[in-house]
């Protein structure tokens, strides 16, 4: 079945490092996003690519970096400037853009930095 | 920016029991998306209305679009366990697709819905 994969579930980190987060879909979409979504705040834009080799920032993309090198694939790097990154990432697709095209989301990866 | 209010933030019903969560923005909407998380996963897309005055149903979830474009509700009915967990609304403002605004969907903060047996 045609899906979006998120990996690994569960990442522990200590803080200073970077880390990346996996995303592949095989649903042949042309645009994928990366939200995060914390208690009480609901689901922020972080970035999002319309098309391969293209991706554009979101609400809150400091501290945070993509690559979109391939159509199923979107990894997600915190990096060490992340103020706050402990937090639940999702990813998503889309055929296209939002206006009519529903998103499709992994089912999120729990990033814990100490 | 765009705003999305949701209310209730928290609904507890008994089974059984009918219920409504709404969504209001700020703004004229293109377009809406009602969406549905279990705890620590991802979301699932249940529908989306574009219309001013639409009104869609799904199984026992039907979802309403106001017409002026800026407030939906999303209904239950006869709930039941299964139908517990986190509802979001997201929404693309009215005003074309410059800027990118064509992949920018906001979300409202979600409703938690539990289900008494």
């Known amino acids: 079945d045609g899906g979006i994969t998120q990996s690994p579930k569960y990442l522990f980190r200590k803080e200073g490092q970077n880390v990346t987060l996996s995303c592949e879909q095989n649903l042949n979409h042309d645009a994928m996003y990366w939200y995060r979504q914390d208690p009480g705040q609901g689901l922020r834009l972080i970035y999002y690519?319309?098309?391969?080799?293209?991706?554009q920032k979101g609400d809150i993309a400091e501290g945070y970096s993509v690559s979109r090198e391939k159509k199923e694939s979107f990894p997600l790097t915190v990096t060490s400037a992340q103020k706050n990154p402990t937090a639940f990432y999702l990813c998503a697709s889309s055929t296209r853009g939002t206006y009519n095209s529903p998103l499709h989301f992994g089912n999120g990866t729990r990033l814990t930095v100490t | 920016s765009q705003e999305l209010e949701q209310s209730p933030q928290s609904l507890i019903v008994q089974e059984g029991k009918n219920l409504t969560i709404n969504c209001t923005s700020s703004?004229?909407?293109?377009?809406l998306y009602w969406y549905k998380q279990k705890y620590g996963e991802g979301l699932i897309f249940l529908m989306m209305l574009q219309k001013g005055g639409e009104e869609k149903s799904h199984e026992k979830i039907t979802a309403k679009l106001d017409e002026k474009k800026q407030q939906s509700s999303l209904h239950i009915t006869a709930s039941q366990p299964s139908h517990a967990g986190i509802y979001l609304c997201g929404a693309i403002p009215a005003g074309g697709y410059s800027g990118g605004s064509n992949y920018k969907l906001t979300f409202g903060k979600g409703t938690l819905l539990t289900v008494n047996p």
């Open positions: 690519s319309q098309i391969v080799n293209d991706f």
């Open positions: 703004k004229t909407l293109y377009g």
